[in-house]
């Protein structure tokens, strides 16, 4: 059984760099995207960025110039660095798994979050 | 700013039925994905495509879609089902980046 397994400081002051780490057990990493979501405390959930086993990266518009994303294929892990952090980046950061296909007969593409880790609370104050 | 809007908070009987509804331009091109989520908890993907469900999922949970609106219908809601639920998919430029509606809380009398 595939399981995600997430790590990193949960708080940071204010223009610090948030980092957070998810690594994957029990199944395999190749042939995904992997993705970080993060929900506000009482808010809903905004999707920060994703990346697949060779690096390749799509990030949120609103959070790209502070956002990196990476992978280490040798151990099945992939981080989140978020730069200059403020009171606003205060949420909790989930890690996910990316599944995506299509329909058979429209050929409507689609994509869905089916693993999550357990997330991390990471609170920005001074 | 979100680009996949849901209605902030819908009520249904126990037992009775409840359609959560997702609008956006980026719905006439790609299927939404749902997330139930209960408080403290990570969401969990409920349905995903046409309106598949992932192992573990009643099938009181279906989903439909239709132009730019995508649908998650609760046949029979549970008081277990009582919880925020959200919408996914991607955007309307063309680059594919994710987005998720605003949520719908769902309370079950």
């Known amino acids: 059984q595939v399981q995600l397994q997430q790590w990193g400081a949960g708080l940071l002051k204010p223009s610090e760099t948030l980092s957070l780490t998810c690594a994957v057990y029990g199944g395999s990493f190749s042939g995904y995207y992997w993705s970080w979501i993060r929900q506000p405390p009482g808010k809903g959930l905004e999707w920060i960025g994703e990346?697949?086993?060779?690096?390749?990266?799509n990030y949120n518009p609103s959070l790209k110039s502070r956002v990196t994303i990476s992978v280490d294929t040798s151990k099945n892990q992939f981080s989140l660095k978020l730069s200059s952090v403020t009171a606003a980046d205060t949420a909790v950061y989930y890690c996910?798994?990316?599944?995506?296909?299509?329909?058979?007969?429209?050929?409507?593409?689609?994509?869905?979050?089916?693993?999550w880790g357990r997330g991390t609370l990471v609170t920005v104050s001074s | 700013s979100s680009e996949l809007t849901q209605d902030p908070a819908v009520s249904v009987a126990l037992g009775q039925t409840v359609r959560i509804t997702c609008q956006g331009d980026?719905?006439?091109?790609?299927?939404a994905s749902w997330y139930q989520q209960k408080p403290g908890q990570a969401p969990v993907l409920v349905i995903y495509g046409k309106n598949s469900r992932p192992s573990g999922i009643p099938d009181r949970f279906s989903g439909s879609s239709s132009g730019n609106t995508a649908s998650l219908t609760i046949t029979g809601a549970q008081a277990e089902d009582e919880a925020e639920y959200y919408c996914?998919?991607?955007?309307?430029?063309?680059?594919?980046?994710?987005?998720f509606g605003t949520g719908t809380k769902v309370t079950v009398l």
């Open positions: 996910a798994r990316i599944g995506k296909g299509s329909d058979f007969w429209s050929g409507t593409i689609y994509w869905y979050f089916d693993l």
């Open positions: 996914n998919s991607r955007d309307s430029s063309g680059n594919h980046l994710g987005v």
């Open positions: 990346i697949n086993h060779s690096g390749s990266t």
């Open positions: 980026s719905l006439r091109i790609y299927y």
